[in-house]
């Protein structure tokens, strides 16, 4: 079975610019988590979409956004990139029970730099 | 205000020697509590979790986390290291709908 995969796995982009980042979870999964991973802050949990809908959601700024598709595929969106976005954005996935589950599979990330 | 402590940012161990990374977590109400572990290069995967029951969890690769509640601890231990477990390592806990992670503590086993 694949895993979690997430595209691009590189980026790069500038202040003001606005990215979209998509992720694919495993087969069967209709859980969708993102997270933010930062050396000062380290990982912060942006948000959690099941079957289409916004189930849980971090301390982040309106600028971050996302959604999720009929096919449990999500894709993150962040406008008005600042500097301090630069991190790697990791995309998890699980079956039904979403931030409590059993386990959560995480994709290998995308690397984000804003100049 | 919920809170999950890794308070070492490195632990050094040499292989074959006892493991183990410190977790504490501040949370309201009965925690769920995770670790994970992260390879270079590449995503998070899970190792163990408590929900309730045995205050010893089993989890993969060999690692068990014990969970103390009077002492909100819920430390990683493996009796015995080896050079792959070289790695940096996530605690975190889920309550009320909020997922936390510590800031990580990388484990370096030495041959």
């Known amino acids: 079975k694949a895993g979690v995969t997430q595209t691009p796995r590189y980026l790069i982009k500038t202040r003001g610019q606005q990215v979209t980042l998509s992720c694919s979870p495993i087969s069967g999964h209709r859980s969708v988590s993102w997270y933010q991973q930062t050396p000062g802050q380290g990982l912060q949990f942006l948000f959690e979409y099941f079957s289409e809908t916004q189930r849980n959601k971090g301390n982040f700024p309106g600028r971050f956004s996302g959604r999720q598709f009929s096919n449990s595929r999500s894709e993150m969106n962040v406008s008005t990139l600042e500097l301090g976005d630069s991190a790697l954005y990791l995309c998890?996935?699980?079956?039904?029970?979403?931030?409590?589950?059993?386990?959560?599979?995480f994709g290998p990330g995308t690397r984000l730099t804003v100049l | 205000a919920q809170s999950v402590a890794q308070p070492e940012d490195q632990v050094n161990v040499a292989e074959g020697n006892p493991l183990t990374v410190k977790c504490t977590y501040s949370v309201s109400g009965n925690p769920y509590l995770f670790w994970y572990v992260q390879y270079p290069n590449r995503g998070l995967q899970f190792l163990l979790k408590?929900?309730?029951?045995?205050?010893l969890v089993k989890g993969s690769y060999g690692f068990e986390a014990e969970f103390n509640k009077s002492q909100t601890s819920f430390h990683l231990k493996k009796p015995s290291a080896l050079v792959s477990d070289s790695a940096l390592y996530f605690c975190?806990?889920?309550?009320?709908?909020?997922?936390?992670f510590g800031t990580g503590t990388r484990l370096q086993v030495f041959p």
């Open positions: 975190a806990v889920y309550n009320t709908d909020k997922l936390i």
């Open positions: 408590y929900i309730t029951g045995d205050n």
């Open positions: 998890a996935s699980s079956t039904t029970g979403g931030l409590a589950d059993n386990e959560q599979f």
